[in-house]
């Protein structure tokens, strides 16, 4: 079984940035596509950001292309994501997931950690 964590979360001003964390226990994630997602009250969660079981390839949601990146460190059964250039429109729940080989649908999930963005 795969717990994951995040961290990171908090109150930021637009323009501003932060870095989230995801720590995994359980299992090695290294053959795991890992992903970020979030949700804005009132809203459907929403793609974030994915990355490769290898680390070699990343996607992104239009909202957040050229401001978000999206990283792994197998060492520490870690994943990142670093927002930049903050807007209030990013705020919401963050939660990172893992999807693990042949599956097709992220299987596990964190608790989700707050970013809140003050115009």
């Known amino acids: 079984q795969v717990q994951l964590a995040e961290s990171g979360g908090g109150l930021v001003q637009a323009g501003g940035s932060v870095r989230l964390s995801c720590v995994a226990s359980?299992?090695?994630?290294?053959?795991?596509?890992l992903g970020w997602f979030r949700q804005a009250p009132g809203k459907e969660r929403e793609f974030v950001a994915q990355?490769?079981?290898?680390?070699?390839?990343?996607y992104y949601a239009d909202s957040v292309k050229g401001r978000f990146t999206i990283s792994r460190d197998d060492a520490k059964s870690t994943v990142y994501l670093q927002m930049n250039s903050l807007k209030p429109e990013d705020t919401a729940v963050y939660y990172c997931?893992?999807?693990?080989?042949?599956?097709?649908?992220?299987?596990?999930w964190g608790q989700g950690t707050q970013v809140t963005v003050s115009s």
């Open positions: 990355i490769s079981w290898s680390g070699g390839s990343t």
């Open positions: 359980g299992r090695t994630l290294s053959s795991y596509r």
């Open positions: 997931a893992a999807r693990a080989p042949l599956a097709n649908t992220y299987g596990y």
